[in-house]
């Protein structure tokens, strides 16, 4: 996409990395205005508020103007939040992934009585 980070508290103050980063972590599509007036920046880091705020996500005392100014702490603490909150969400996906593997490890043995055999533990065969 051509977007890039050199300075965290420059490059995310337009918004449109930020909504890149939730974008690739969450795999989802958001809104985003296409322009670089303040009105168009403090928008777009708004979407990037709402977003974690949808999913849950509590970014306490951080205003979208904060981001906009280029605030190290509050920049820092967004992007801290967004580490965590993502990294949390992948352990636990992973968590499920495994336990599920673990009661299909199980039912292998009925399955090969039963001509049926598990692919990669997602797919019966």
Known sequence: TGLHVEDLFVDLTDGYNLIALLEALSAEKLPRENGFTRFHRIQ???YCLDF?????????NIRPEDIVEGSPKLTLGLIWTIILNFQVSVIKQRQREASGC???KFKQPLLKSSVLFLVNFTQIV
């Open 44 to 46: 777009n880091v708004q």
């Open 52 to 60: 974690l705020k949808k999913k849950n996500i509590k970014t306490v």
């Open 102 to 104: 673990q009661s299909l």
